[in-house]
């Protein structure tokens, strides 16, 4: 069975800033990115794509599936 794995927050961190400001970035709010991170919630493709562009990293390496 594969489920979606989002290193969202792993790449927040590292990048330096807070879930309101990549919220602000791309957006949306803070609970959506909250919500996001906690696997919550799927994003939508052009969300993937922006928080991607955000973090300036390809869109695979925030969410991917594991089997």
Known sequence: RERRRADL???RKDAGIT?????????VTRKTINTV?????VPSTILA?????????PVEEIFS???
């Open 19 to 27: 879930q309101a400001q990549l919220a602000e970035t791309v957006g």
């Open 37 to 41: 991170e906690n696997r919550v919630f």
């Open 49 to 57: 794509l922006k928080l991607a562009a955000a973090l300036e990293v």
């Open 9 to 11: 927050a792993r790449l």
């Open 65 to 67: 599936l594991e089997r």
